[in-house]
């Protein structure tokens, strides 16, 4: 019997009998071992053999139990208006994360992370959103300036925040998308005075997308010398770009990126230069679908970076162009003259994805 449909995460399990097959259907949940055990008996099935097979589909990862989550995830579970609007986003923590209560856990853990999102333009708008959306906890948005009709996006700010201070609308945005209250200052972890915990993440989608294209290896020295991992999102030129997702210290930043292209291209920093010059009397070039495609890939990446994996993004930029949006990779390398000292060190791929983060923290 095959449970899935996907290739990455269908599972196949059998042989199987009827007997075993009717045993299967009893498995919604409604049930705790005991009964179990009593109605399998009316299938002529033994005690053993219901512990057998229910251990062997634990062990195939086909098995979910909520209540092995943890009491960290009560608060979730007093919650069930909010549960209910999470539901698919649980499903899909349960598929990725299979061992019993794997889904609930990562969801509790999300309402504990703070996310800085910098940016509230079409890209950053709409990624705050969907994070704050898909349950983590606190998402803060930082940009100046007052909303412009075109930075009003269907998943990102809507057209009454014209004029509106950025930030403000964008404050108004996270919270109207969160599927409950904010978290108080108590269930935040890593916080035993009650303060504000760690960024977990930031998130940098400027409306300026140059500032993507070519970040600057000055903004992220603060964020290097702290150990915080960040993920660049944002369109340029009719050009989406997700990634790099940098750990700081474990793969290419944007100083690596500079060094790499100032050494590949002599021109590089002159024509560099001339851009920024250049940019600030010309509208953006960011197509509405585009914009949505780049927040909504950024924040999934986001998302499995949080929930404690190595997204495809861990030191790859991808980038799609209209009009043909085939979405490509480039591998950024770290660079030997960089001080974040990435190059000193190798991620290993995404199987052993939670043991290269942190070992990659340490690091
Ligand atoms: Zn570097």
Redesign the pocket.
Known sequence: MQFGVTHAHAVKFGPLDIATGSFLELLDGTRGLPLLREEARTLDLSDHQVDTLVSRLAGAGLIDDVRAAGPETDVLRNRPGALDRHRPDLASLSVVHPEPGGGMRRLAARRAMRVQVRGAGRVGAAIAAVLSGSGVGRVEVLDGGHTEPWDVSPGGLPPTAVGERRDTAARQLVRRSAAGAAPRAAETAGSPGGGEPGLSLIVVAPRDGLSVYAPDPRSAESWIASGTPHLYAGVMEATGIVGPLVLPGGT??A??LALERAARDEDWTRILSQWRSGRRTAVQACDLGLATAVAGLAAAHALSFLDGELPASTGTRWEAALPLLDWRPERMG??LE?S?G?AGHTVRERSSGADARQETMAG
């Open positions: 290419a930043c100083g690596c770290p660079h960089c974040c990435a």
